[in-house]
């Protein structure tokens, strides 16, 4: 045996009995382990954290994650453990610090929670993962599962949590407001209410200046879409392909994925029309999109016309012409679809798109349940970025930072016209504990700067998933703007198809294993969703790009043999 492996296999049992005996580092309740130069077994300074499932896998070739984190000192283990990608062993990045300690765990054991799960709630299976999350506390961009692991949370609750998990100030005004009074009702009046609708109008441009407090995205929608009615005298309306705007039984007639898609009636009086998708569509180049990183799709068009644009515009006219009456209600578009995976189109498609409604007497209806609040980086809302404005704004998710809140936000005159059509009332919209939050989550976005944080760190992160694009064949496209951020997985570029969806779950389970929380989303599930706290830093994005390249390099792996 070579001193090479005999140095390796002595600093690999030292590794597995600590799997056994696990060290206690201050701020975790479980530390990596890395080798130093003389063999002797420390505590990472950083106390970096290696998840549980991830420990145990120890030194299997054929696992999913067989990884681990070395000492730079460790030269000689080190540069050798790094050799033996080839058999399957691939480096743990090191987790950022985190000098947060999470409670000890005291509540149902996860063997009761399945149980419960399976016999209490709702059998459509939605949990990620063979083995679900069973999650614990949250701090910033980080969550703790029921166990003490840490994992860099890249997702945010589905694009939710704005300012980070349990942030001090948005906490610190939920349990004054828990304090002071629950709930009210529109009956009554309460000051958080309208401090927060003050603040909320003072972020949106005239004549946008009327709000309507709702609980949820869905909800926000089927309001906006009874205003639309209500005002132009009409029922039609427009939606792209792809696009995804709720789940009630009205907001399913928008959405046009097929996953969410029913047999039963359900949103009469909705018409998709195609996505102008310049990745996965049939046109689409290099110059097309507002985004850092463009598709590797050539094109002959100018930085300032591009054909695409009017092609896709073309196929909106034919759906103008074809599909619906004269007189339109409204159309309903993300300024960058969210659950298709992040899919933004041509530079100058919606104000066209828009000006060709407005013709039809229909209003333009942009959804920024996910876009909005900063976190496309360069504008506060996703509109903003088309150059457009909107006669009606939906908003949710980000609003509340994971607290059930959301709005519609309109002109005083297509507000007047439901006034004249409906009356409308919630019991919950308006709650003085979402208000209260809300106020709060505008004040944290402010004052940290969160969406310059946005444009800052999301676009190195764009820059540096799109040099993972360059290495590795199954990348077939980056995209995005800010921190709402879309990687494609595809069986090969020229392809372009779909990598099958067993191997995107590897890939998915593999990130997981190595602390990092992603989303997924598409028409085919082959889209990794990158949508994280603003709050996030570029050591974050680092680790993160790191255990992503570490996924895809271990995939690499599993096709060659």
Known sequence: MTPAWRHLLRALHQQTSSHRTPKMCPSLSRSSTIISSNDKETDSEECSHVPRDTQEQGL??????????????????????????????HTKPRMPPCDFTPEKYQSLAYE?????HKQHLSPILTAYFPKPLLLHQGHKEWLFDYEGNRYLDFFSGIVTVSVGHCHPKVNAAAQKQLGRLWHTSTLFFHPPIHEFAEKLSALLPEPLKVIFLVNSGSEANDLAMLMARAHSKSTDIISFRGGYHGGSSSTLGL???????????????CQSTMC????????GGSHCRDSPV????????????????DQYIEQFKDTLNSSVAKSIAGFFAEPIQG????????????????ELVRERGGLC???????????????FWGFQTHGILPDIVTMAKGIGNGFPMAAVVTTPEIANSLAKSVLHFNT??????????????????????????????????????????????????????GLMIGIEMVKDKMSRQPLPQEEVNEIHDNCKRMGLLIGKGGIFAQTFRIAPSMCITEPDVKFAVEVFRSALTQHRDRRAK
């Open 60 to 89: 299997d070739p054929e696992a999913s994650s067989s990884t681990q984190t070395v000492s730079p000192a460790g030269t000689e283990v080190g540069a050798f453990w790094t050799s033996v990608t080839k058999l399957g062993l």
């Open 112 to 116: 009761r929670v399945l149980e419960i």
């Open 255 to 269: 959405t046009n994925v097929g996953s969410f898609k029913t047999e039963l009636s359900s949103g009469l009086g």
């Open 276 to 283: 102008p998708d310049v990745f996965r569509g049939p046109w």
């Open 294 to 309: 463009q598709t590797i799709r050539k094109c002959s068009c100018a930085p300032d016309c591009c054909q695409a644009k």
């Open 339 to 354: 659950v298709n995976g992040v899919v933004q189109y041509p530079k100058g498609f919606l104000k066209e798109a828009f």
């Open 365 to 379: 209806i942009a959804d920024e349940v996910q876009t909005g609040f900063g976190r496309l980086g360069s504008h």
């Open 428 to 481: 919950f919209g308006g709650n003085p504990m979402a208000c209260a939050i809300g106020s709060a989550v505008l004040e944290v976005i402010k004052e940290e700067n969160l969406q310059e944080n946005s444009q800052e760190v999301g676009t190195y992160m764009l820059q540096k998933f799109a040099e993972l694009r360059d290495e590795f064949e199954i990348v077939g496209d980056v995209r995005g703007k």
